[in-house]
């Protein structure tokens, strides 16, 4: 039997508003408090996905197709004939015709895997978005002068840098309301399925009084526990994350609530290690952040910034054939065209962008978030870690 | 107190049976009810119902003989003692019955129908199986037969004598041997297989009556008194079962064997090691799981259950509902067992255990210790002082388990406090009584329990009942349907003002204040750990023994292990009814 705990209660987070008010003083947590630190609510990630505002005519050049049409258009581009691609397809999704897909890639003329090598395939040309919209942050500063920018629908702020939207926005799994009934599925599944098992991100907001407007503190750390799942097999809410000590996943803003929404006065970078089936890292620079809190409780919002475009692309690359199928995007297209609309962070001796303008739209719930007591991050093996 | 009776055998045995005629058709469905042991006869002390009886007066010294059923977690935990832990029973265990509040009581009337015998045979023959497998066999055979192919008797006899004794919780008579013997004989010799006869034998014995039924074997009567005592092995049973939840040690056989137990001096010496070893937990722990029904959060009754609709309660998994027994046991056992503490004091003790699970629940911030996807170890923790909620009462396993599935219940919540805790009895509700109005949360009009229920009780036939239980269940509103704690309900701030016998309070602190005061409580322990030790009603003079154990559980500072000694030493636990009732040379001819 262990030694007796006199944890702090804090007061119920619904309906009352205070969540884990002093909880800091009293776990010694030394989180993240603003110069004040009066109250502090905390909330672990419950959804994650790109943002998407899909309009029923934002993809002038239409949605793309599904995968198994693409392959055609795919085989084609490579000069095949167009009986042999009918037969080739024919045996869709065997072996032989699945092999001829995924080493539709070519160095030297020779066939080689088109997702491990994706510049070797020939660029399909994926649609792009051509609307309006989409959610996202004047990531540059040049408001409506900005290029190839969106207006906001929630804000009408002009100046959206949101290139990722136009890269995803005209592929089916990643659209999303209101011209989708559904949030884009690909991200959503994914984070839905491998939630339980990978380190939960959570989020820390400390302020005076969370229901005045004033500065806030604002902390995106990763923990080294999973969420649990409700018995509705949602994310399970007032559950306690351990903080991970490593610094790679430490965050903190600062920033401001206004009319119950927080949003950062300073904008520099951030880095949180994930799941590499999801999205490996989330490294954003120019970090801007839109979250509400929702009179349930909950905080919901945007997080946007200049991410490189090859941690978007890694996890999909990844997925090979399997994602272009049951997503229903081309990953060597993906490939292209990430690189194509990446609009920031030149490389010094190519010119060319690594990173590209993203939002992620994300959903949270209250949670305890306290420091990992007694836990050491495990050391890099010396055969990891080779001097 | 100290009265002096003859050892086991030192006068004419015999066996007091309560038989209700199912247990007859199944002993008789079994085909193993056996001859009674030399010396006994057996005697069919009748008519009195299984169940509780009220006081039948100054003229009966003590209650009928019991004949009860082995609930399921003493059948398990037998199995576990005998053969180890690792031994896998599967199927499923008939549905109990509670009578005055207890599975224990309900115990004596529980038979065995023909669908649950297969049930147990079945079990019978899992366990049987894996006994004589080659992992156990080594272990748990103490002897190697001639030949593996074909029967042993010596080797056969070795075995089933010595697991007969601790099935059958006496030896086996020398008849009842032979027939084991003879059966492992023939099986053995059928399947040219020594192990697979003992199998056979064995399944045969998980069968029996003997076993699966607590028997009330008696000295016989004792001159004009009106009653007779257990012989050693009922009285080793009664004590092993009340203070263990399990069937006899060889210790407590052999203790039995020797007339020990007849002896005040020899009965205490071996309650004192029963109640120094750590099995009395699991004593305890069955004791609490029944009296505060918890065998209704895995099979719901009318009145309680876990059942949660989970769009309302998302949070109420299943496992916090494995959690919230386990919380409220450990609080018991801690504050009464670990730490010899006041019973009153369960309704006010801020120091619990908790998981993440149930934490989430409560809304507390209680960090994980295990790795990710490894069940959560439970920790002790404190609720801070002002935290509404401290004490059993303001558990998930009261406050969740005497809800709706989607809804608080004051109702519910108010009864099982008088029932439960306080050992009062509330009439059912009238019928066709509509409860549309308590239950509708949706009507503007009726915002919070409270209003529900007083436009509920306009009724002057409910009103009488209500009175009962809605002043002290209305001081548990701050709790929702789930037990997780609020302020509001509709958005209306809850008024959790409450009252019991004319004490007013305010909300769970004023409950558990109120309740702890109350020497209604303590009272009821007693009287429900007595019922449970009894397997009946006090009857007789037991009803003046049981008010000497509320006067003494006071001078005792209202310790449990303090009481359970004085129970389990007291001779009121081994006395049976004696009416001199027509005898019977076996139980078989009794049930032919």
Redesign the interface.
Known sequence: ??????????K??F??TVA?IS?GAI?SIAPLQSAAGGETRSYVLSSFTNAAYSTKDDCQGGIDPDQTEQYKLDLLALGMPLEKIQKVMDGYPGFATMAVLVNRGRIDGKPVNAYTNPASAIDPKLHMVTGHYAYGFNLDGKGADSPNSFQDPATHQSGIDNQLFRVFGCAKNFRGPPANATPPMFYGIEWSTLRP?FPAWVITITGDDLSRDGPVTVSIDRSI??V?????G?T?????F?IDPAPGSVNVFQGRLQNGVVTLTDHHDLHLVGDPVLISDLDLSQTHLRLTLEPNGELDGLVGGYQPWWEVFLPIGHGGENFEENQGIDVPGLYYALKHLADADPDPKTGENRRISVAWQLEAVPA?V?P??GYAPPELSAASNPK | MGEQTSSAGGRGCARALCLASASVAMALACGSVQAAPPNQTSVAVASEPAGPTAATGPTQAAGPAMLRRLSPDQYRQTVADIFGSDITIGGRFAPEIRASGLLAVGAGNESITGDELEQYHAMAQTIAAQVVDQSHRGVLIPCTPEAASTADDRCAGKFLDAVGELLYRRPLTRDELQVQVGIAHAAAVQEKDFYAGLRESLAQMLVSPEFLFRWSDVNGPLGGKGYSTLDGYARAAQLSFFLWNSAPDQTLLNDARRGRLNSPRGLTREVNRMLASPRVEAGVRAFFSDMLQFSCAEDPCLDASFS?D??I??????QVAADAQEQTLRTLV?LLL?HDGDYRDVFTTP?TFLT??L??????????TTP??EPSKW??????AG?PRAGILSEVSFVALHSHPGVSSAVLRGRALREVILCEKVPDPPPNVSFKLVLDTTNPKYPTMRSRLDAHITNPVCAGCHRLMDPPGLAMENFNGDG?????EN?VLIDASGALDGKKFDGMQGLDQTVASDPAAPACLVSRLAEYALGRAPAGDEVQWVKQLKTDFIADHYRLPALLREIATSDELYRVEWKGAAVHTTVASAAK
């Open positions: 039997m262990g030694d007796w705990v006199g944890l702090f209660k804090p119920p987070l309906p009352l884990g909880l776990l098992s526990d999973h649990l799942l409700d018995a509705a949602n399970e809410a007032y559950t306690t351990r305890f306290v990992a007591e | 949660k989970s769009t309660y998302p949070r109420f998994t299943p801690d670990t120091r993440p699970d934490a989430a629940v409560y809304g507390v911030p209680l960090p994980r990710n996807g920790q002790p923790y404190i609720y801070p935290d997780s704690f609020r302020t509001r958005g």
